[in-house]
């Protein structure tokens, strides 16, 4: 089944230990769909300006990608740059440049509005809200993200847009804000009296928790040999867990619903973060195969079960 | 089969979030003996002062722990106090008082020569490779651990040691320094070129890993709703594998072994770290059964498996 993804489409300029580029594809939406691509139909809403490259409309297109939602307006695109710490863990952030970004009020085309499942990728709450508000309703699932500033000057308004939400997708610095709790276990408590029935928190190289009322499920991170960008990990692990339960159509909120399905997309979020960590920015993408990415969910059972 | 533990057997003072405890016991053979009791019968070699309490040996009796190798000398025994920060990831030593272990010369009675399992806890690399020479030979079985103090400054002697040794339990900071790798893949295969042919890296709230030339294992670690007081995990851990291996006469070597044996090795450590964190000291283990044991076991299964 379909997904919308809304977030941002940008440039990115990155240095980490293994070099500099200093203008490449980047951007959570850009991520998010790239990683789902490999699972379903994703759908784009985002904003860029007259500078966004036809080889990158055409590396989106190339992989089934819908740009029918991807606004093009006068202005240049949103631009980040930043640099990593020598082992990985920290980055500073050099230059963000919003550009059109700064006025990007999403905007779904009709022929988005009645896909079963929509991702928001961190952005304003508000606008997460706006964008929830113009699919058609019921809707089958909905989800995303969001980032430690919307929590701490956003709160009021980031509480209202979750609460409508199936799953949210956090890392544990997040989880540990948003809830006031130290403890995972009871910040996943807390977070899920919060509305959604799904938690994933992400805890880049040391893997990512599933929660649901019923349990939890831990997975280890994939070990790579090395790490050439972390940039966007955490976004394609989004796009490969939604991706999976939409290529699957998955319902979370159903009573019947297979929790080893949300499991394996788990498990493919994984597999499409630690996919991306290996060149810079999206190029992992350009050569990636189903059969890999099916590969590698093979050795996350192999180097896990006992 | 009966396991030869070495290392300290001391009194601890330690401060954590939730309360402090001026005078426990501790030390490092103290808690992998208890740990192991749980799977085999371990002979422990160590040294107290006068001021050992009988209550303190009447627990080690109570577990069933072989106490002829614990010699008591004149003068007080090893005393260590520290205090943990707020999240309990670093602590901060007060007080190391060496008392009668700093002129420990483990020696092994004659009735701890032929057990086919050797666990070398963390003293001195010349100290654990004497007490190995002890031993009758062959030996089935023989691993241990070390610290920063011995891989920074008594490298040499180190390297010499755990060329003998079978397996290596260190964590990923220790597995860092002594391979000289940033990444875990290449510190892992470095150190197992150094002889041992497993090692375990223990990374603390964040599980394991274990390494083989076949291949990795990784496990998550247990989520508690409250850390008491780490103290001691590692090396319940280290008691939990071994103990598993020599109850079940598990021989690393052997071209026969069953690999998924050493993957419960690395969970039932799991198991008995996570257990350790639940109490003060060694408090945890006073009422410890092996069905709590099983059934935390059977926890891992069900919150990693897909």
Known sequence: MSMVVVGSVAYDGVETPH???????????????LSASFFTQPKIVAVVGEDFAQEDTDLLLSRGIDLAGLERVPGKSFFWAGKYSPDMNDRE???????????FDPKLPDSYKSAPYLLLGNIQP???????????????????DTMNYWIADFRAQLLETIAEWDFLLIN??????LSGETNLKKAAAKIMDMGPNTLVI?????????????????????LLEDVFDPTGAGDCFAGGFMGYLAGQGVD???????????????IYGSVMGSFCCERFGVDRFRTLTRSE????????????SF
Not at 93 to 103: P, Q, S
Not at 128 to 137: D, E
Not at 252 to 266: G, Y
């Open 172 to 177: 544990d610095s997040e989880a540990r804000m």
């Open 202 to 222: 992400k805890r880049g190289e040391y893997g990512a928790i599933l929660w649901r009322r019923e349990g939890h499920f831990m997975v280890p991170g994939y």
């Open 252 to 266: 979370l909120k159903s009573d019947s619903v297979d929790h080893n399905e949300i499991r394996k997309a788990v």
């Open 293 to 304: 990415i099916d590969g590698r969910f093979e050795e996350f059972k192999e180097f896990t």
């Open 19 to 33: 070099g500099k580029i200093d203008r490449m594809l980047g951007g959570a939406c850009t991520y998010i769909a």
């Open 126 to 144: 508000g606008l997460q809200k706006s964008v929830r508000a113009q699919m058609n309703q019921p809707i089958r699932l909905v989800g995303g």
């Open 93 to 103: 952030t050099l230059v963000t440049e919003l550009n059109v970004f700064a006025d």
